[in-house]
């Protein structure tokens, strides 16, 4: 998984609670992504990160924000989980060299709020 | 809005044949297009990258952008029971091609 890591990998949460998600890269890379899939909706961006504290909103950014403090490290909380956030949540990087923007994914987290 | 529009099948092919997935972009501005395979329950993994005009091939892939009708395909020539999976075309959502958007995806099922 090009040196990507996510944790949790499963969570099951209540509504109304805060969730932190975590992405984790050892390749150094300059862009970080949060993306949600849902069946029917597909991939979706929900903020990205092209350096230490810079990010940016994606399609999806309301409900969550993210924070970047470290190169390696790029966080994605719900702050008041809902039921509509239940997906699976992938991070991606890119070395974003030139025009190549190629993503590499995590392995995903599953997130649950009953 | 850019958008990135794609059959979302499925596609069956018999083993041993071509498989032919197509995918149309709104942006006539946009000059990378990445296809990517997801396995049921996995992550997508990147396939396939193509930046300009024509043929790209890489084993038994062949990736073919058509810019001036806004057209991406993806060819899997002797397809194989290990290639039935979720096929995902993305391009890029801003000028600067930082951010992707994908489309929905293409299931294709390879029958042995």
């Known amino acids: ?114 | 809005q850019k958008e990135v529009e794609q059959n979302s099948g499925p596609l069956s092919v018999p083993e041993g044949a071509i498989a032919s997935l197509n995918c149309t972009y709104s942006d006539r501005v946009s000059q990378s297009f990445f296809w990517y395979r997801q396995y049921s329950g996995k992550s997508p993994e990147l396939i396939m990258s193509i930046y300009s005009n024509g043929d790209k091939e890489d084993g038994r892939f062949t990736a073919q952008l058509n810019k001036a009708s806004q057209y991406v395909s993806l060819l899997i020539r002797d397809s194989q029971p290990s290639d039935s999976a979720t096929y995902l075309c993305a391009g890029p959502s801003n000028q600067a091609g930082t951010a992707l958007i994908f489309g929905k995806g293409t299931t294709l099922s390879v029958s042995s």
């Open chain 1, 1 to 114: 998984d090009a040196g990507i890591t996510q944790s949790p990998r499963h969570k099951v949460t209540e509504t109304g609670t805060p969730v932190t998600l975590r992405c984790h890269q050892t390749e150094n890379h300059r862009y970080m992504y949060w993306y949600r899939q849902d069946p029917g909706h597909g991939l979706r961006l929900i903020h990205y990160s092209y350096g230490v504290k810079d990010t940016d909103k994606g399609e999806v950014s309301d409900g969550y924000s993210v924070s970047r403090s470290k190169t390696e490290d790029f966080l994605l909380t719900l702050e008041s989980a809902t039921s509509s956030q239940t997906s699976v949540y992938f991070c991606a990087i890119s070395r974003g060299v030139g025009h190549s923007y190629e993503q590499y994914f995590g392995p995903g987290t599953r997130l649950t709020v009953t």
